[in-house]
Each structure stands twice: as structure tokens, then as C-alpha cells.
């Protein structure tokens, strides 16, 4: 059972550079979700997506955008990357109000 | 504006002795809590959650807490083993937002053989 699947695991951009990064869960959830891992800073939501065609901004959206593909896949997108976006990314998804979140294994991006 | 809060950054215990873990609040809406934990290069995984309607929620070792009049949960682990170390984090979805789903800053947990 594959759960939510993020690509790439590593990456790293010059400052400048965009890059997609890709989601995509199997477990025919209605809500997904990225974040951002800091130090010290916890997860921090960027958007999210509570249904297939809609996506709203997070905490921390500037700098990034999404595309919630269909019901399966939500990517996120860094049009120019900076070094303020080095950060580890997880990406979830959960079914419903009521119920928990599951994450990827990440990928952790640095920006050079 | 950080409406879920851990504002422990680190705890450390020794090995069979209990690991309490706190959390605030500062939102009155928010009507259904949960705990993650994460390994490093790990993602987080679900550990326990509570609703509203409840004051305390048990798994095993670990239970879950909640005091709405103060907006405060915590999370208590009995008894602690050094595989619970790692980062514990609190979570809450706002239900008027079509569940954004918003973490605390987490606690990193230390349990010392």
C-alpha cells in the first residue's frame, strides 16, 4: 500500500530556478495537503486543496503555487526558487473533517 | 497568528517514567485535536486524536487529554521507552475552512535509557 507518494526525495536549485515538486496519494482521499518543515518552526501549511478543483492558501503561500490535478495528484510549484525556501517538504492527504492526516516521506530541497 | 502552540521545544525523560507533552490553543472553533510523531527523514505519523466531545482518549501507553475551558491538551506516554523519542507535534482543522489542517511548532522528545 503505497499511501501518499512525494517526488523527488532530494533536490537542489540555484536560486533562480523553478521546479514542481509531485504528489500523489492512493487512498481516494478528498483533502491534500503541503508543508513546510523549518527548524524551530514546526509544519507550516502552504496550501491545500479540501476537495478535486479547489485549492486555498496556507500560512506561508507566497512564492509557490499549486495545481490540484485531479482527485489523486497535487503538486507544488516554485516558480523562482530563493534559499528561504530551503526546507523540508511533506505533502498529506486525509478523507474527512473527522479524521487524520497522512504524509509522505518528504523531500527535502535546498536552494543554493 | 500561531493558534496551536507547543511551546516546549524539547523534554527529556528517563526510560519507564511518564513523558507529558503539552499543547495550547488560542482558538475556541476548533472541535478535534491530534497527535503526530516523527522520526527524522521520516514524515509524520498519526499517533492519537480527540474530539470536542471528550476529555481524555486512550491508546496503549498513550492518552490524550483535553481541557477546553483552558484550550490545553497534552499528551501523556506511560511508560516511556527510548523509541519514543522523536518529535511530537499537535494539530487542529479549522471546520470553517474547509479543514486546514495547522500544527504546533512541536516538542522534541528524549528518552534516556
Known amino acids: 500500500n503505497a499511501g501518499v507518494t512525494q517526488t523527488p526525495k532530494f533536490q537542489v536549485l540555484k536560486t533562480g530556478q523553478s521546479m514542481t515538486l509531485q504528489c500523489a496519494q492512493d487512498?481516494?482521499?478528498?483533502?491534500m495537503y503541503w508543508y513546510r518543515q523549518d527548524p524551530g518552526m514546526g509544519l507550516r501549511l502552504i496550501y491545500y486543496s479540501a476537495s478535486e478543483g479547489t485549492t486555498d492558501k496556507g500560512e506561508v503561500p507566497n512564492g509557490y503555487n499549486v495545481s490540484r490535478l485531479n482527485k489523486r495528484e497535487f503538486s507544488l510549484r516554485l516558480e523562482s526558487a530563493a534559499p528561504s525556501q530551503t526546507s523540508v517538504y511533506f505533502c498529506?492527504?486525509?478523507?474527512?473533517?473527522?479524521?487524520?492526516?497522512?504524509f509522505g516521506q518528504g523531500t527535502r530541497l535546498t536552494v543554493v | 497568528d500561531q493558534q496551536v502552540k507547543q511551546n516546549s521545544p524539547s523534554l527529556s525523560v528517563q526510560e519507564g517514567r511518564i513523558s507529558i507533552l503539552n499543547c495550547d490553543y488560542t482558538n475556541s472553533m476548533f472541535d478535534y485535536f491530534l497527535w503526530y510523531k516523527k522520526y527524522p527523514a521520516e514524515g509524520p505519523t498519526f499517533l492519537i486524536s480527540?474530539?470536542?466531545?471528550?476529555d481524555k482518549n486512550e491508546d496503549g501507553r498513550f492518552t490524550v487529554f483535553l481541557n477546553k475551558s483552558a484550550k490545553h491538551l497534552s499528551l501523556h506516554i506511560v511508560p516511556s521507552q527510548p523509541g519514543d523519542s522523536a518529535v511530537y507535534f499537535c494539530?487542529?482543522?479549522?471546520?470553517?475552512?474547509?479543514?486546514?489542517?495547522?500544527f504546533g511548532q512541536g516538542t522534541e522528545l528524549s528518552v534516556k535509557p
Open positions: 498529506a492527504s486525509r478523507a474527512g473533517l473527522d479524521t487524520e492526516a497522512f
Open positions: 487512498m481516494n482521499h478528498n483533502s
Open positions: 480527540i474530539s470536542s466531545i471528550k
Open positions: 494539530a487542529a482543522p479549522y471546520y470553517n475552512q474547509g479543514g486546514k489542517l495547522i
